[in-house]
């Protein structure tokens, strides 16, 4: 598998990484319009839980982004990639220059290396040093997660009803 993309409430109830994610090196934060931040790990999947961690305590800017930003961020889209895919080809499927001609292309709102005009946080949003809108746990939040999938699947099987 060379690509994986989901909404951030269903990675969330992911808890361990698929065998067939494992190879996947590269990852996005974005929503339909924007890309906000592109990076790359040997374990996608774990760097992707890094940074919702750390965003708790401000470690992670595009983590802490996440949360100021709950419940809209929860239909965020996480992607994961493999550098050794085919659209990287061109730069040798090279890991560091995969994920570079990413953000080249992106121009993601968090990525300051190699990233002369950042995009900016699109208004609508809060900005990352923003106070959260609910103190909640983790926990609480992946029972939010969980109530948004379930209802999202019980609509969309109702729509095949019809």
């Known amino acids: 598998m060379n690509h994986i993309a989901t909404s951030l409430k269903r990675f969330l109830l992911v808890e361990q990484c698929p065998a067939d994610w494992k190879g996947l090196d590269l990852y ?4 339909q319009d924007v890309v906000f931040y592109v990076g790359q790990s040997h374990l996608a999947f774990a760097r992707v839980w ?4 750390s965003g708790f305590k401000g470690h992670s800017i595009v983590g802490r982004f996440v949360w100021c930003n709950w419940p809209q961020s929860m ?3 996480i992607e994961l990639l493999s550098s050794r895919a085919e659209q990287f080809n061109e730069v040798g499927n ?3 220059a995969s994920e570079r001609l990413l953000i ?3 121009t993601p709102c968090f990525n300051i290396s190699q990233n002369s005009l950042p995009i900016p946080i ?8 923003a106070p959260f809108r609910r103190r ?3 926990n609480m939040l992946l029972h939010e997660a969980e109530r948004a999938v379930k209802a999202e699947d019980t609509k969309l099987w109702m729509d095949t009803l019809e």
């Open 122 to 129: 699109p208004p609508h949003y809060l900005p990352p040093n």
């Open 50 to 53: 890094e940074h919702l961690l």
């Open 75 to 77: 239909n965020f889209t």
């Open 136 to 138: 909640r746990s983790l």
């Open 104 to 106: 080249q292309h992106f």
């Open 94 to 96: 090279d890991l560091n």
């Open 28 to 31: 996005l934060f974005r929503d």
